[in-house]
């Protein structure tokens, strides 16, 4: 038997869990069902499994989050593989192949998305075992999710035959109500998991002959990648050039060797806020609720939040709550949510790409007030984390601290300020800040000028390669 890698693809930046999920900060970095986030908890329920370090595929801006994430849950990843722009799953799989063949003979790639809910366990270990006698004769095997009711939100795969291994007849688009219907009701069709195994080298040998202009890319992509760490950035103009298909469309779908393993496993893809309904613990009445929540006659409501929710007489409804956004809707609705991200989009707004916190690599920010010509945010630096060695054209700042001590280089001198210290750094002047201790620096940060805007930062240096 062939080891297994398991390929953990991270590269989704979707908003179909807005107000909490955004561009720049997705839902597999959320911790939606227990205390894991939906990336770490895509390792833990394969780590058992895995033969070999796992291959993440990330999007270069997440690189970070992912791996702190998976530092944090004491996954050592073989790679972190940073796509440049995206282009679907075919081209993300095809360079985790070849990384993988670059470092092993040959071995079984267990593909997952990193957002994705399997509550049963046990059985999700079965079916990769009996997937894994089917791939390591050369199949290409997918999941296919028992479906338990008519969800149109899905793809369908059509098996033939019996058994834990049943070759594939189709791959079906989403159906409508009345279709779904006669899909469950046959038996034959399951729901289109997105997850696969198979040999790295055979999923290379089929993408080589049916779509050889995603290999011919992935391969210059990686050969001429920068190496820094575990992360492996792809070549961007390499990697540009590959079509943007899925795995489903680019193989899948036209391969004679394609498999599917029937899974009942408590599975979701939690598109939606009605499917983390679903997948979440509920009381007595069906309600579904994460914070501080009050409810008073409520039946069936989702409402997740920080601040104090008091939901009175409602059934079927979502409430979720951030620092600059509330969502109120019926849960047969939410799939509408997409329209309102849009039209945040076509009015230039923020609240689609990112929180009022951001995450960075060396700790976080928080946007807690603004106004014309001024800004004031609460910044959190990591112990030992350092900002870049930077300038501004448009805007000076006023540095408070809070609590630990800043490190401040302001052009040529470099100062020490604790508690309740305080500095000014005049526009135009280079500076850099620094947590030297071994407790996070809190400090508050005024910006004043004419221009606040985040691209006004010129780095001269940078830890973190953003220069």
Request: net charge negative; proline share 4%; with cysteine.
């Amino acid at each position: 038997m062939l080891p297994i890698i398991p390929v953990i693809l991270s590269g989704g930046s979707g908003t179909r869990l807005w107000p909490l999920s955004r561009e720049a900060y997705p839902k597999q970095f959320l911790p939606l069902v227990g205390d894991d986030t939906m990336l770490q908890a895509t390792w833990k329920r394969v780590a058992s499994l895995a033969d070999k370090a796992p291959i993440v595929v990330a999007n270069q801006e997440h690189r970070f989050m992912a791996a702190e994430q998976l530092r944090e849950c004491k996954a050592i990843p073989d790679a972190i593989i940073l796509e440049p722009v995206g282009r679907n799953t075919a081209p993300a799989i095809a360079v985790a192949a070849l990384h993988a063949l670059s470092q092993h003979e040959d071995a079984l790639l267990l593909v997952l998305p990193s957002d994705h809910v399997v509550r049963d366990e046990h059985s999700f270990h079965s079916a990769v075992k009996v997937a894994a006698q089917a791939a390591n004769q050369g199949k290409l095997v997918t999941f296919g999710i028992v479906p338990d009711a008519p969800e149109t939100g899905y793809g369908y795969i059509k098996a033939t035959g019996s058994g834990e291994v049943r070759s594939v007849e189709r791959f079906v688009e989403k159906p409508n109500l009345e279709t779904a219907t006669q899909y469950l009701a046959s038996g034959e069709y399951f729901w289109n998991s997105g997850m696969f195994l198979f040999k790295a080298s055979r999923y290379l040998e089929e993408l080589r002959q049916l779509q050889p202009a995603i290999v011919t890319a992935s391969e210059a992509a990686l050969e001429r990648a920068a190496r820094d760490q575990d992360f492996v950035r792809l070549d961007a103009e390499s990697f540009g050039q590959s079509p943007s298909d899925s795995i489903d469309y680019a193989v899948m779908e036209k391969t004679q060797d394609a498999a599917v393993v029937p899974l009942d496993a408590g599975w979701s893809d939690v598109g939606s806020w009605s499917a983390l309904w679903a997948v979440s613990d509920k009381d007595e009445n069906g309600n579904a609720h994460h914070g501080d929540v009050i409810e008073v006659d409520c039946h069936d409501t989702y409402a997740y939040g920080t601040r104090l929710i008091a939901l009175i007489g409602l059934r079927d409804v979502v409430v979720v709550e951030t620092d600059d956004a509330v969502l109120v809707g019926h849960r047969d609705r939410v799939q509408d949510v997409k329209e309102v991200v849009n039209r945040i989009k076509r009015e230039g707004r923020s609240e689609a790409a990112a929180h009022r916190k951001v995450y960075r690599p060396w700790g976080a920010y928080d946007s807690i007030d603004n106004g014309d010509r001024f800004q004031v945010k609460r910044i959190t630096v990591k112990p030992g984390a350092s900002l870049s060695l930077q300038m501004h054209h448009h805007r000076a700042e006023h540095w408070i601290v809070v609590s630990g001590t800043a490190e401040v280089t302001r052009g040529e001198e470099v100062i020490l300020l604790t508690e309740n210290q305080s500095t000014y750094i005049p526009l135009g002047v280079t500076h850099r800040l620094r947590n030297p201790g071994k407790l996070p620096l809190e400090l508050i940060e005024v910006q004043s000028g004419g221009y606040l805007g985040e691209d006004d930062i010129v780095r001269f240096e940078d830890t973190y390669g953003r220069t």
